[in-house]
């Protein structure tokens, strides 16, 4: 409760808020507005914006409308986003939290394999699973997950690690109680917040990934992607930037307002660092 | 004599927000040369605060309303920043509580102390090294010449405040602010650091303002002594005078929480022991795969104890002489290497950890810090009903038992409902003992209960151990390092060193005929040991 | 001495991780869709058992996968990382040919991000909680948000196409047949815009980390030993903050440089660079599989190879870390 009035005290929280909640609104609305394939066919290509009333942003090099791709991209980045980050946050607070926990051999061996994948470069692991499995929706997804999720288990491990020699922590274990509900119930709300501040990283880069992927091509072709749009407008890029300037600012403002609502969780978690 | 440093009627003002509206409230002092003057007061008191003021270092927010600070006739309140950065430094010397976080990790001792010649005069590098050479030969650093090179993190705690001391001393100020320089010290080298700050003032002449809570520190070095109580000074005298005859109620009430170094008559206690440590050893292995990088500390090496039933067994020492591992190891939150740990007929050392769990209730722990001991996210009630509710209990009869137990332990028992952080120091040590008596344990190991508390808190948790061991019949497992509370609480005592216990006999025994040479330095180490504590019938009820 | 023994230690401690990379990779292949010889069948456009066979023989497919691993963890031991079948020579060849630009590109994107970031993170910090360092986190925040090849796609049409004060793309002019100094002026006025690209990201991250550290590090005691001692603010920051709060800054850069590998992916297909990245992205697309794992083996040898150097800097940094 403290935390959530702490929050909409913060300026960045709210900037971020608002923000987030337009995206929000765009994707909900999307089918709404735009019930036609945002894919499909709808006018003389290469509209520029504001030309053809239909037309907000006008149409790209297909012929395809922009807003209704810009609509129907805000659904498919904010999913990406926040089932990747599920995964990846799951997968993290679990190695992470064993990890720091018990650790000896257990915390070296999984150390080892997060050091393993935090060797290999993200988005070329990305390119090679979407290579080996395909570039389907899903896949995408759960590959941005399977390659985000180092950081939130060195970073869970960190805090256990800290917390785990606290005191509270072992009078919880001089009363007899079980690891796992240690672990869980007694060390993990403590550890939480600042992997929740981080998750908000990770949601950012998923979305950055995604687009990244995308604008090469190698994401789903079936789906609306803003990163598709732009690389369409690569072709027509001295001519007709618009077509890759627009999905790049909403691109831009939902990473930003993801980034803005995390730090102001974090100022509204860690109000002593604020002060100062 | 002229007093070198004297504040006039300081007020010091809090931002809006704080528990009270002013962090010094019209104080006043005179710090005479050649001569200390220990401000000695309770956390919160605003002792530290007085140090920032002089200096002009206060934090962020904090201001001086009114008043003067005058060092040697000038006011410092008036001072611009550059004029009182000349005056820091070299004509007020600091020291700080803890030498380690004090001084700069990254660079040499010597630097660090040469920059004060850079920082304030004009003197050549060769100059200034031979210079650094003579302080840090001064303050008695064994190998000088290595020392200067040193870094923080390779020097010993008591090498660093001596360092620090150097350091402080370079310029020969006229006036030395110590705020709490041996706090953060074991007793031997407390003892040994109080006798150079002695000497060294002593030698050069330097008014000394020494800021402590310890009333044991102030009997041994004190000049004249200022009692301070939230931001104001209520007493202010000789110390002799103060320490023997206060005057005000809260110096009276101070003094009389001072534990003596008299343990009282002994009480009866069985023979039959509930607890036998026999053969107890644990050792730490750290580093790599190579033989050479590989550290060995033997923490605990074949201890052998034994606590009577109904009795408490004191065990003492300093920083790093296994005292907390052996407690850890009994409760088993360390596996000891070898060894056994018989509770009644059962080798706690030797059952799994899944056994172990269910023995807990037998033998439970009190910790130190009343802060990091109780997850903040549970409240209080909840805490102590945990145990019973894990060995099996009802959680409705188990929340009826904490508040039974609260009124016992001297809490309020409608405030089971509250977070850890809304209680103080002393209560929540008191939640943290409820927890440990809720699975009526037959045996409680003490690891610094009240090593974390002011004076006057840790008195009345003293009272409250003694008071509930000789109610609940409880045989009690007491670590700490002060020979003064050991003295109070103690039935037997061991003293460790090095992971082995050097000594070990009745508290009677121990204090009045040490028989092993480290008992021997350590009694002799312990501040104002030849101070007996007047005690005062009027200030142990104020007290209570 | 301290510092080489404690940097060969942490060397020695990445092989296990190094493994765990080529097991990785090994059990990716052997889960993409048919093999080598499924590969060349259908290029062929089929062929008879025997011959599949003997093709299997011949690739070393016949025996169990647990021989395979073994032999393919030798052979990358040995960095022969195999054949690639579009460009017709040895992978080990296509990679050291793309491998400069990608170096080049890192380095100067690395040190523009630290040099940058440092500075500004210094900069919010001292005025912390006022207009410039609003100002300052803000700037870094949209940077932070900003996707890079879209960052690089604006600026080609600001000032390559607009403008016309920057090349549009490549290394360095073709055929222009500069030398010397001229060439490495060419090469420069190319890289200037993909170096902003890719660091973007970079520095807002180390503007961040840097204005964290030293907003932590000031409110450490030494700090007011510092003060106590009569140095001016500005010493106190330059002779007792400033390493200390550089120890994160450092680590970091340990920490992104895979991060900034894969970010040139993306950088080197906006720019056209013949570099590593674009390599892995063509790798992709032509589903030259052999090229792109040894393109992530390649990666990963340089990401431990830049954590080696990271360990050498940090304990000449903090004497606390020991050998």
């Known amino acids: 409760m403290e935390t959530v009035k702490r929050l909409a005290r913060s300026p960045t929280a709210v900037v971020g808020l608002i923000l987030l909640a337009l995206v929000i609104g765009m994707a909900l609305s999307a089918p709404v507005l735009f019930p036609k394939d945002p894919l499909g066919l709808a006018g003389r290509p290469l509209q520029w914006p504001l030309a053809n009333a239909r037309f907000w942003f006008g149409t790209d090099t297909t012929g395809r409308d922009i807003a209704a791709q810009i609509f129907h991209g805000a659904r498919v980045s904010l999913l990406i986003g926040i089932v990747a980050t599920l995964l990846a946050i799951t997968i993290g607070i679990v190695i992470g939290a064993v990890a720091g926990y018990y650790g000896g051999i257990i915390d070296d061996v999984l150390m080892r394999v997060t050091e393993a994948f935090q060797t290999l470069p993200n988005f070329l692991l990305l390119l090679v699973l979407v290579a080996v499995f395909g570039s389907d929706i899903k896949t995408v997804t759960i590959a941005i997950g399977l390659v985000s999720w180092p950081a939130a288990a060195r970073l869970t491990r960190a805090e256990f690690l800290t917390l785990r020699s606290r005191e509270f922590v072992q009078a919880c274990r001089t009363l007899g109680m079980r690891d796992a509900q240690i672990i ?93 | ?129 031979k210079r650094v050479l003579d302080l840090l030969r001064d303050v008695h650093i064994p190998d000088p010449e290595s020392a200067r090179r040193a870094y923080p993190h390779e020097l010993s705690g008591g090498q660093r405040q001596r360092a620090m001391i150097a350091m402080a ?56 002594v200022a009692v301070m109580q939230s931001g104001r000074v209520v007493e202010e005298g000789r110390a002799d005078e103060i320490l023997n005859r206060p005057q005000h109620p809260y110096t009276k009430a101070l003094i009389a929480a001072v534990p003596p170094l008299v343990p009282p008559a002994p009480q009866v206690v069985a023979s039959e022991p509930i607890l036998r440590i026999e053969h107890v050893s644990k050792t730490y292995r750290k580093g790599g795969l190579l033989a050479r990088n590989r550290r060995v500390t033997h923490a605990v090496q074949d201890a052998n104890l034994v606590l009577p039933r109904g009795g ?26 070898t060894g056994s740990i018989r509770l009644g007929d059962t080798d706690l050392a030797s059952l799994s950890r899944k056994e172990m769990r269910s023995e807990t209730r037998r033998i439970q722990m009190v910790f130190q810090d009343p802060f990091a001991s109780l997850n903040p996210r549970r409240r209080a009630g909840e805490l102590v009903a945990q145990g019973p509710i894990i060995h099996g209990e009802a959680p409705s009869k188990a929340y009826a038992k904490a508040k039974e137990l609260f009124a016992l332990v001297g809490l309020d028992p409608s405030a089971t409902e509250r ?126 | ?145 900003t996707p890079s090849f879209w960052f690089g796609l604006m600026g080609i049409v600001i000032f390559a196409v607009n403008l016309g004060w920057l090349p549009a793309g490549g290394i360095e002019e073709i055929g222009a047949g500069y030398t010397g100094f001229r060439r490495f002026l060419d ?81 080197e297909s906006v720019f056209a660079l013949p570099g590593l990245g674009r390599l892995a992205y063509e790798s992709v697309v032509q589903r030259d599989l052999n090229t792109l794992l040894g393109i992530v083996f390649v990666s990963a040898l340089l990401v431990i190879v830049v954590n080696f150097l990271v360990d050498l800097l940090y304990a000449r940094l903090d004497p606390r870390i020991v050998g």
């Open chain 2, 312 to 337: 408490t067994l004191g065990i003492v020492g300093e920083s790093g002489s296994g005292k907390s591992t052996l407690a850890r190891c009994i409760v088993r939150l360390l596996d000891p290497d």
């Open chain 2, 419 to 544: 977070y850890p952080h809304e209680f103080s120091g002393g209560q929540r040590q008191r939640i943290g003992l409820a927890r440990a008596l809720a699975l009526e344990p037959e045996v409680l190991v003490a690891d610094e209960p009240v090593s974390a508390l002011d004076v006057s808190v840790q008195a009345q948790v003293l009272r409250l151990l003694a008071d509930l061991r000789s109610r609940l019949g409880l045989s009690m497992v007491f670590i700490t390092h002060d020979l003064r509370v050991a003295a109070q609480i103690c039935d037997r005592i061991a003293v460790m060193k090095s992971g082995g216990v050097v000594e070990e006999g009745t508290t009677a025994e121990v204090f009045a005929a040490p028989r092993h040479p480290y008992t021997q330095a350590l009694l002799a180490s312990v501040p104002g040991r030849d101070w007996m504590p007047p005690v005062q019938a009027d200030a142990l009820l104020a007290a209570s």
């Open chain 2, 169 to 224: 001393l370079a310029l020969e100020p006229r006036v030395l602010i110590a705020d709490e320089p041996t706090t953060a010290l074991d007793v031997t080298t407390q003892a040994q650091i109080l006798k150079l700050i002695r000497e060294l003032q002593q030698r050069k002449g330097t008014a000394v303002l020494f800021i402590t809570h310890d009333f044991g520190v102030v009997a041994e070095i004190a000049d004249r």
């Open chain 3, 187 to 267: 090469i420069a006025w190319h890289l200037l815009l993909p170096t902003l690209t890719l660091a973007l990201i970079f520095l807002a991250t180390y503007l961040r980390i840097m204005r964290a550290s030293m907003l932590e590090v000031m409110n450490l005691e030494f700090v007011r030993t510092a003060r106590a001692k009569g140095l001016s603010p500005g010493r106190v920051i330059s002779a007792h903050v400033l390493r200390n709060a550089l120890l994160p800054m450092v680590t970091l850069i340990g920490l992104q440089a895979g991060t900034m590998l894969g970010g040139s992916v993306v950088v």
């Open chain 3, 1 to 145: 001495m301290r510092v080489l023994l404690l940097a060969l230690r942490r060397l020695a401690a990445s092989l296990p991780t190094l493994l765990i990379v080529l097991i990785g990779l090994f059990l990716l292949l052997q889960l993409a869709p048919g093999d080598t010889v499924d590969a060349l069948v259908a290029q062929i456009g089929g062929g008879d058992p025997r011959m599949i066979e003997e093709l299997r023989r011949y690739y070393g497919l016949d025996v169990s996968v647990a021989v395979q691993l073994g032999r393919y963890v030798w052979r990358l031991l040995q960095l022969d990382l195999g054949f690639s079948a579009i460009y017709g020579k040895p992978v080990a060849d296509v990679i050291l040919e793309r491998l400069p630009t990608t170096l080049l590109l890192m380095g100067s994107a690395l040190s523009f991000a630290f040099a940058a970031g440092m500075a500004l993170g210094v900069l919010a910090a001292q005025r912390v909680n006022r207009w410039p360092d609003t100002l300052i986190s803000t700037l870094g925040l949209i940077f932070y948000a």
């Open chain 2, 1 to 129: 004599m002229r007093a070198v440093l004297s504040i006039r009627n300081l007020t010091v003002a809090l931002p809006a927000g704080a528990d009270r509206p002013h962090a010094l409230e019209d104080v006043s002092l005179d710090l005479k040369a050649d001569e200390i003057l220990c401000v000695v007061g309770e956390s919160g008191s605003g002792k530290s605060m007085t140090a920032g003021a002089i200096l002009g270092l206060l934090p962020e927010g904090v201001s001086a309303q009114s008043g003067e600070i005058l060092l040697e006739g000038e006011d410092l309140l008036r001072f611009s920043d550059a004029d009182m950065r000349m005056i820091r430094g070299a004509r007020i010397g600091m020291i700080f509580q803890e030498p380690m976080t004090a001084l700069n990790p990254l660079r040499t001792i010597g630097d660090q102390i040469a920059e004060m010649f850079r920082t304030h005069t004009d003197l050549g590098s060769s100059e200034i090294m």
């Open chain 1, 184 to 276: 869980f119930r007694e060390i993990l709300p403590n550890a939480l917040p600042p992997v929740i501040v981080y998750a908000s990283v990770i949601m950012a880069v998923a979305i950055l990934l995604e687009s990244a992927l995308a604008f090469l091509n190698l994401s789903d072709p079936n789906v609306p992607s803003w990163g598709n749009l732009i690389g369409t407008g690569r072709s027509v890029l001295r001519t007709q930037w618009y077509v890759s300037a627009i999905p790049g600012v909403a691109i831009l403002l939902t990473v930003l307002s993801v980034s803005l609502v995390g730090q102001g969780l974090n100022d509204a978690l860690n109000p002593r660092l604020k002060r100062r």
